[in-house]
């Protein structure tokens, strides 16, 4: 029997309509253009305005686009993985509504979490359910509405946060292609630096918790900013040493789209050039869960079948990673 691998079939993507500029921000809050661009390379960010709506909607808009690009039949997949920070809900999984929204009856769902780095660590389970020769067809899905989590009175904040969702189609491969390795790492040291404090087991919601804004993201900058410099570039370097791949080896870096600097950084320690590294962070902004694949969807054109691709992210928790996958298709 030929040896499974994991790869990329397919790639559907959705952002709201309405944008937060730069200048709008100018309004709200004690900030400007220059300094926001020059910080993070953000200029816009998408924002999911419906207060009836949560992250299951930006999620089933990007799995539907999926599903009529692939051509497939909704009851043909076998499992939805839904990655992402901001569940609809406590407890009832967003994964599992999406799927019976959708139509994926036949499959099993769930939720994963690993702040930014959840489609990362999305792609290795879905692989590893490929590789494993029980499962044909994996939908993953990245989505959040970091709208819903951002205090738009915290300059630190709310310029970075946008809404937006990808997925993708996990299929077997017989040729090589697809998921090569990976390297994910974590730790708990950053649990203080990036976090929603209450609303959980530890803090459980009250009035005073509500009054206090402790249901919004806060996060230390610097540290932030330090670790994911570090720990992004550190990771995509070792996965080139381990697979003996040279700057010229890799075709293109698929980032994710927290900070311009961090992604520059990242880069660097690659020595690649500019062209190979593929940002849309200034339409954007970060959709934590979202990122990597947004990228893979908005530069699908440029893939060619048998491409290099290294991914990369760093996300609360501390949680990151780099994975290396071989593209298996060229866009028709």
Known sequence: MNTITAAITAVGAYVPDFVLSNKVLETMVDTNDEW??????????????????????????????????????????????????TADMPVASTGVYVATEIGATNAFAYDLQAACSSFLYGMSTAAAYIQSGRYKKVVLIGADKMSSIVDYTDRSTCIIFGDGAGAVLFEPNYEGLGLQDEYLRSDGVGRDFLKIPAGGSLIPTTLETVQNNRHNIIQDGKTVFKYAVTNMADSSELILKRNNLTNQDVNWLVPHQANKRIIDATAHRMNLEDSKVLMNIERYGNTTSATLPLVLSDFEHLFKKGDNIIFAAFGGGFTWGSIYLKWAYDKK
């Open 36 to 85: 926001i661009t020059t910080r993070t390379g953000i200029k816009e960010r998408r924002i999911l305005k419906d207060t009836d709506k949560g992250t299951s909607f930006l999620a089933i808009k990007a799995a539907q686009d999926l599903i009529a690009k692939a051509n497939i039949d909704p009851l043909e997949i076998d499992m939805i993985i839904m990655a992402t920070a």
